[in-house]
């Protein structure tokens, strides 16, 4: 503050980072196809990316060789081949030698009367041609929709699909969703295993998680309310199971570490019972379950049929009673469509070196860990979720929502919200009913030091919300460091001084309510230090002297002494360096404030 050397430093602005909607994503196929346009009508396509050998087979690293005897177009494998026979069905689903059974559990969800006049099915097709062997697929990964453009060539055995097919010769919109989904990530070996909701994810775009089930489930209704909730809100689900006892699974007809399409859950009653039974399908399209409430099941009554449309036949599709299905099934994947009126902002994150902290709420270091400010501008109920890539989860995920404007830098005891589970899924989300007002949320993963990037995904009601991505630490924070110089002119001493009024002062202005630390040192033998600050105003052009106090609320310090303070947004208050006795005092001193 003049009458001394104006000290005019600020600290940098936050810089914009990347981050997109799914409005700048719409899928518009002209530019890709142009590459792959056939010359002439009577021309077949065949796609240069993904050719009919042993790499589309077997990937580069080839874990599992597989042999095709032959490469056949569908042309080649019906005299009247068509993408979809009537609408698609559950049924229509068989199970080929590849181990894609969450894929296809997946599509035997989304084409299951539940959700077939959607036409999700219909919809993952941007284009096909049939005479000219050419699709477009598009499917959803890393917040925005991609583009996959296939030929029709598949695999054969006996002049028939070696993988996936349909139950109709003439029908081929699962082998061909089968083959875009093993191009996107390279070849068919590389899609074995997986989870159901994973693919739900990207044939549908929605939100999705996996809870665990338990034997302990079956004896409360909580899961149960939730997939009854689940079924009426119209999200799609699937299931599977992991045990260290096959034999325990082979006996009743289920296999293990295999994905089950869940397509209804009911409370039914009969003759003063009340059932709840669970509709679940093998991709298969056989090996079926045998226990109770089996097709062969004696609990079947007339009246129960016909409540359920219950047919007896050989189509995988089977019913379990929820106590069974707890102590059977240890996963339950959800996925929760998107409405189209939403809106949705999708932001770029990672973990990568320090911003790799582990737990948000219990590392020591939660200025590092990854974090978005949403502004909420009116009460709403919001969906947020972090998204990682690749499509085998590496990391165990999680995130909170702490009621906070700025990057948080210290644990506290404002977080409203957050995963109770880490899971290591592909995806997880948490739903939100927000009061206006800003919030942090914080995506971090379980392990300290493992690496992947993510998306973050905020999606809600188009008016009610904006958010944006905090920039790392390093770019959120810096210093402003000031030398200065004490003399016999302005070494004023403590307040209790007479000669008080003779200390250097600088005006701080906090744009926003902030945490700043404030340090003080020099170099001086025998001489203790301290500040004072005081409250100024944005017109303060000559020294403060009212309302002053201690900043250094300890003892004075030698040679150096340091405090943290919290100031209000657009605030101004004068710091004032000082030493304990003044009017000797000789030397330089330097003024950091972080």
């Known amino acids: 503050i003049p009458s001394k050397k104006k000290q005019d430093t600020v600290l940098p602005e936050h810089p914009k980072i990347e981050g997109f909607s799914h409005d700048e994503y719409q899928v518009d196929i002209n530019e890709d196809l142009k590459k792959f346009k056939p010359d002439k009508l009577t021309e077949k396509f065949n796609d240069p990316e993904f050719l009919p050998n042993n790499k589309s087979l077997n990937g580069t690293k080839g874990a599992k060789k597989r042999k095709a005897e032959s490469w056949k177009r569908v042309t080649d494998l019906s005299k009247n081949p068509k993408l979809f026979q009537d609408n698609a069905d559950e049924n229509d689903i068989v199970q080929g030698s590849l181990g894609t059974c969450y894929f296809l559990s997946a599509l035997s969800v989304i084409a299951s009367d539940e959700y077939v006049k959607n036409n999700y099915a219909q919809k993952v097709f941007v284009h096909s041609d049939i005479p000219n062997g050419q699709y477009v697929v598009k499917l959803y990964d890393q917040g925005k929709w991609k583009i996959v453009i296939i030929d029709d060539y598949l695999p054969c055995k006996w002049n028939r699909p070696m993988f996936s097919k349909c139950a109709s010769p003439d029908e081929f919109w699962v082998p061909l969703l089968e083959k875009a989904w093993a191009k996107y990530y390279g070849s068919f070996a590389t899609v074995e295993s997986g989870t159901v909701s994973s693919a739900l994810l990207a044939l549908t775009g929605g939100v999705t998680e996996t809870i665990h089930v338990s034997p302990n489930d079956g004896r409360k209704n909580t899961l149960w309310k939730k997939m009854l909730s689940n079924v009426k809100n119209g999200y799609m689900m699937g299931v599977s199971a992991s045990s260290v006892t096959p034999q325990r699974y ?248 007479n000669t008080s009024y003779k200390n250097d002062q600088y005006l701080l202005h906090c744009k926003q309510e902030v945490k700043l630390s404030i340090s003080m040192a020099c170099k001086l033998r025998k001489v203790y230090l301290g500040y004072y600050i005081a409250p100024a105003t944005k017109e303060t052009n000559s020294p403060v002297f009212s309302n002053w106090e201690r900043g250094s609320t300890g003892a004075w310090a030698g040679r150096r002494v340091e405090e943290s303070h919290t100031f209000a947004a657009n605030s101004y208050t004068s710091i004032i360096p000082t030493t304990m006795k003044g009017g000797h005092t000789t030397g330089k001193y330097n003024l950091k404030v972080s």
């Open 250 to 497: 082979k006996k009743v007809g289920l296999i293990l570490a295999h994905a089950y399409g869940l397509l209804d859950c009911q409370e039914v009653k009969d003759q003063d019972k009340t059932y709840k039974l669970i509709c679940l399908r093998n991709p298969w399209g056989k090996a079926e379950w045998t226990g109770k409430w089996s097709d062969t099941s004696k609990a079947w009554t007339k009246a129960l049929k016909d409540k359920l449309n219950f047919e007896k036949k050989v189509d995988g599709k089977f019913y379990m009673e929820y106590k069974t299905f707890c102590k059977y099934w240890t996963s339950l994947d959800v996925c929760k469509v998107i409405r189209s009126d939403m809106k949705t902002i999708v932001l770029k994150g990672e973990w990568k070196g320090e911003s790799s902290t582990g737990i948000f709420c219990s590392t020591p270091e939660p200025e590092n860990t990854p974090q978005f400010l949403v502004d909420v501008l009116e009460s709403t109920k919001l969906i947020l979720s972090i998204m990682q890539a690749g499509r085998s989860p590496k990391l165990a995920i999680g995130m909170n929502i702490v009621k906070h404007n700025v990057r948080v830098t210290q644990q506290t005891k404002r977080i409203i919200k957050g995963n109770t589970v880490w899971m290591k899924s592909k995806e997880v989300y948490l739903e939100a009913e927000l009061e206006p007002g800003k919030y942090i949320v914080a995506a971090s993963n379980y392990y300290k030091g493992k690496e992947n990037s993510f998306v973050f995904r905020c999606m809600g009601n188009a008016n009610a919300f904006t958010a944006q991505a905090i920039p790392p630490k390093e770019l959120c924070y810096g210093d402003i460091k000031i030398t200065g110089e004490f003399s016999k002119g302005n070494s004023g001493g403590r307040l209790s001084s």
